[in-house]
């Protein structure tokens, strides 16, 4: 089991960020719903990897690059992929996903991006507070469940995602196709922004305010170039 003990922190981390956090290494290490724990990994040390293209340098076309899997268990289609998920975001377009789908299909597009987001801000909080990056997870056993939900729809999404019975913003929906990652992910969100109060105008439980929060939000997520 991962531990992401708070005496490995330089500065104190909210309990519940530190066990959203070992139940999202240790998700990391189980077989996905249409990856395997071999290949789980390796998307997150590729994340890991992942820079900026330099100064002047052509973005590659998706149609030209291999799909032929290479030592990591990874083709270099994922690597690109998951390089443009991981710096590069203010490049994805519906066009550039839609190709990137038709080649690998939904659920294992869906699975990338949500391996990619819940490595990055493990990964950038620890280096915020000057700690070490966890090692990287033992990949576990088993294969893919490739069970796809029920309920699923379109509407309007670069992919499809849960309607029927839907209640709540659509963020929250975004990687439904994979609920078990979803899932994993929205505790992320949960315990480093709204916690139980999301709901609420006035928050008393964090050290900054509401509108303060979300100022340093809104920010990161220009910054980012976050399309959503």
Do not use: K
């Not at 999202?24 to 990994?41: F, H, K, P, S």
């Not at 991981?86 to 299909?105: C, H, M």
């Not at 280096?127 to 729809?153: A, I, K, T």
């Amino acid at each position: 089991m991962a531990e992401f003990g708070a005496n490995t922190f330089p500065r104190p981390v909210d309990p519940a960020v530190l066990s959203t956090f070992e139940a999202v290494w240790d998700g990391l290490a189980v077989a996905g719903t249409w990856w395997t724990a071999a290949e789980r990994v390796a998307i997150v040390a590729a994340t890991r990897r992942s820079l900026r293209l330099p100064l002047g340098e052509t973005v590659p076309d998706i149609a030209g690059i291999s799909d032929a899997v290479g030592p990591d268990g990874l083709s270099p289609l994922i690597h690109e992929v998951v390089r443009r998920l991981s710096v590069d975001a203010g490049r994805i377009t519906r066009d550039w996903a839609t190709a990137v789908i038709e080649r690998t299909g939904v659920g294992h597009y869906v699975e990338t991006v949500a391996l990619v987001v819940q490595t990055v801000p493990v990964d950038m909080l620890c280096d915020l507070l000057g700690r070490p990056r966890q090692d990287l997870p033992v990949p576990g056993m088993g294969e893919p469940s490739r069970v796809v939900p029920d309920g699923l729809g379109q509407e309007g999404a670069f992919v499809p995602w849960v309607v029927d019975g839907w209640s709540g913003p659509n963020v929250a929906r975004a990687l439904s196709f994979v609920p078990e990652d979803n899932s994993l992910r929205m505790g992320i969100v949960t315990s480093m922004y709204s916690g139980r109060h999301f709901e609420e105008m006035v928050w008393s439980h964090r050290s900054l305010s509401r509108p303060q929060v979300e100022l340093v939000a809104a920010r990161t997520s220009a910054v980012n170039e976050c399309f959503y």
